[in-house]
């Protein structure tokens, strides 16, 4: 049966090279000849904190260029698999810091600086996708559950939902932390915060700092450790806490004499 493609209409890729591939053409291999390309363009990149380093401005040196794989030995058919490439090095990299160096093979077209500049925007929400997973596996304990059929569809439905969202009250308590609280909650959670924290002033005034040691201070926090992070599995457990204190706040509604 021939192979026709690997990519559909509504899929593709974007991926780190992790190995020298061969391309078409004798002895031509990924990692020699798409650095000898010219440089198209330069470009600032905001690079995440990692184990590895710490969070700051990287300006990259891009070079992209159509790029013919060749098919892998143990894969009888001779078609080639025809991709993009998209090289980026760090120009004069801070002293003592790694250089930045990343090879990507996408399915997207790149024929023009804009869509390498894409392809490098996507690339770059690796570490917000890996924390997400994170906060989803380590915080929700998503893993943890084992419920069968539809169950587990459902449970997840509802994770996922809650660690999208903690994941943009991290990410906002990092870059935007005196952004109003109600961008990443809402007004009934907001007021019962409040009232937990004996806050008086009205909730349109209150920070998403404030919404974070808050939220945390429920799951066990300690805030007089000014210099601990708060870690995603007290967030978790506050975030519970909270929505049991908010169906109570909403039921008592109900029940007034």
């Not at 591939?21 to 990692?50: C, D, F, H």
């Not at 390498?116 to 559950?145: D, F, N, P, V």
Request: charged content about 25%; hydrophobic content about 40%.
């Amino acid at each position: 049966m021939k192979r026709t493609s690997y990519k559909t209409s509504n899929t593709g890729l974007v991926v780190r090279a992790a190995h020298n591939r061969a391309l078409e053409g004798e002895n031509s291999y990924l990692w020699s000849w798409l650095p000898s390309q010219p440089i198209k363009m330069e470009v600032a990149i905001e690079l995440a904190k990692t184990k590895q380093r710490t969070e700051r401005i990287a300006v990259l040196a891009i070079r992209y260029a159509p790029i013919k794989l060749r098919s892998p030995a143990r894969i009888k058919e001779p078609e080639s698999f025809e991709v993009y490439g998209v090289y980026a090095v760090e120009i004069d990299p801070p002293e003592g810091c790694e250089r930045v160096e990343w090879m990507i093979l996408t399915t997207e077209p790149v024929t023009n600086e804009e869509q390498a500049q894409t392809i490098l925007r996507w690339y770059t929400y690796r570490w917000r996708i890996e924390e997400y997973h994170k906060i989803l596996k380590s915080g929700c304990k998503a893993e943890s559950y084992r419920l069968s059929g539809n169950s587990m569809q459902v449970l997840l439905g509802f994770l996922t939902n809650i660690a999208a969202q903690l994941l943009k009250m991290t990410y906002l308590n990092r870059t935007e932390p005196e952004a109003p609280a109600s961008s990443v909650l809402n007004e009934v959670q907001l007021e019962v915060l409040a009232a937990k924290g004996r806050k008086s002033v009205p909730v349109v005034d209150l920070t998403v700092a404030w919404a974070m040691q808050a939220v945390a201070r429920l799951g066990g926090y300690l805030s007089h450790r000014k210099k601990s992070n708060i870690g995603i599995t007290v967030l978790w457990r506050g975030f519970l806490e909270l929505q049991s204190l908010c169906e109570g706040w909403q039921l008592r509604s109900h029940f007034k004499v």
